[in-house]
């Protein structure tokens, strides 16, 4: 399921043209390689950044983001699986897997090259990490432990909240919550020395604050209204991308609180940390729940495992699970299809329809462009200067026609 899960995702992957943040945050990991090393850190999220880095030289600019937030699928698949491994439940695992892997959600924002399937990833880590901890803290594990819980703000600085996960691990599992002071002192302090070095070329300090409680504080009216429009909005999109899953999600977050099997209060606390932007001051979007969304792929598998303990029968045991793939996988499947064909016709939420297809930030016509300026540059060995509209423009433009390419006759693109 996972393989399968990899290949339907990187499968006709440039046929959504780019959009701005994948510009910037592409144009963020080249800077690397012109000696900018610490840049990243100013970006909130370094570890993407570095990790895009990684692999620019592989392939194009915009395929090989979008390739490697695939790649970050298969992490969150695995770890999903082994998270219910560790705690003997491995059917509800390759439930999750599949019910993870078969949503239009998460299907669509994994071919984006952003940070938050990284951050997904690196959350679900954690969780399998803090889960093997609890087990046995031996002094490898809190170290592993240690490194997971630096690495998760790292990968996105908004996913500070589900650095809590080990806590509810610590509370379910056989450890003391003692055991993780001195893990969680490492890995704030290590952050701290970080950031504060950081900061005395760029302003970070400013930036983690502003990213962490995005608005100032004081201003109560403004909290209330954003959580409120964030929840109608969460409602909305649920609609259009989860389906069936969703009232699988709402049943197994009933069944964890009537039944309390230490993975289903994992999950639990990894949902509610994951969907921590809904209480932020300012818009949220669908793209900033995928961490969320691979917790809430486990509540829906433990609402699959509690239908089908109602019965013994085999038959009706198999009918039960049909009908969860059916309805799960048909949608998904429609989907995927009309995203390999014309993405801009996907039934989208409104702000990504905006975001990916109908504004300013989104590729189209850029991508036209830049193929019709190649095809004109091909015939005319005259040298060529493009002015964009603005910096977002820029930024996608960037995409197709990094500085490093060149035309047929040599001919550079300068902006």
Not at 11 to 26: F, I, K, S, T
Not at 226 to 236: A, E, G, K, Q, T
């Amino acid at each position: 399921m996972i393989l399968a899960s990899f290949a339907i995702r990187l499968h006709a992957l440039l046929q959504l043209p780019g959009y701005v943040d994948e510009g910037l945050h592409l144009r963020w990991a080249s800077e690397i390689w012109q000696g900018h090393l610490v840049f990243p850190f100013s970006t909130a999220k370094p570890l993407e950044i570095y990790y895009l880095a990684a692999l620019l030289p592989f392939q194009n600019p915009l395929w090989v983001g979008r390739a490697g937030s695939v790649l970050t699928d298969v992490v969150i698949l695995s770890a999903i699986w082994a998270l219910a491994y560790q705690l003997g439940s491995e059917r509800t695992g390759l439930w999750a897997v599949t019910l993870y892997a078969l949503s239009p959600w998460t299907f669509f924002h994994e071919r984006l090259a952003i940070a938050d399937s990284l951050a997904a990833a690196s959350a679900a880590i954690l969780a399998w990490a803090a889960v093997v901890w609890s087990k046995r803290p031996w002094s490898r594990r809190a170290l592993g432990l240690t490194i997971c819980l630096i690495a998760l703000p790292l990968a996105k600085l908004s996913a500070v909240p589900l650095m809590l996960i080990p806590l509810v691990a610590a509370w379910r599992g056989k450890s003391s919550w003692r055991q993780l002071i001195l893990p969680y002192l490492v890995a704030v302090v290590s952050l701290a020395v970080v950031f504060g070095l950081v900061s005395l070329r760029y302003e970070v300090c400013g930036l983690c604050i502003k990213i962490i409680f995005r608005a100032n504080i004081s201003e109560s009216a403004k909290w209330s209204t954003s959580f409120l429009n964030n929840i109608n909005d969460l409602v909305d999109w649920a609609g259009i991308y989860l389906g069936v899953v969703g009232p699988l999600m709402l049943t197994g977050a009933v069944t964890v609180g009537i039944q309390r099997r230490r993975l289903g209060v994992v999950a639990l606390a990894g949902f509610l940390l994951g969907s921590a932007s809904l209480i932020a001051p300012t818009q949220s979007f669908p793209r900033y729940y995928l961490a969320a969304l691979a917790f809430g792929s486990l509540l829906a598998a433990e609402a699959v495992e509690a239908l089908l303990r109602l019965t013994q029968k085999p038959l009706i045991r198999w009918g039960v699970g049909a009908l969860v793939i059916i309805g799960a996988g048909l949608p998904f499947a429609f989907f995927a299809a009309q995203a390999y064909r014309d993405p801009s016709r996907l039934k989208l939420s409104d702000i990504d329809r905006f975001q990916h297809v109908a504004a300013w930030s989104s590729g189209y016509a850029i991508r036209e462009a830049v193929t019709y300026l190649t095809d004109e540059l091909a015939q005319d060995r005259e040298p060529a200067i493009v002015y964009a509209a603005n910096q977002d423009t820029l930024a996608v433009a960037w995409l197709y026609w990094p500085p490093t390419a060149n035309t047929e006759h040599g001919h550079k693109l300068r902006f």
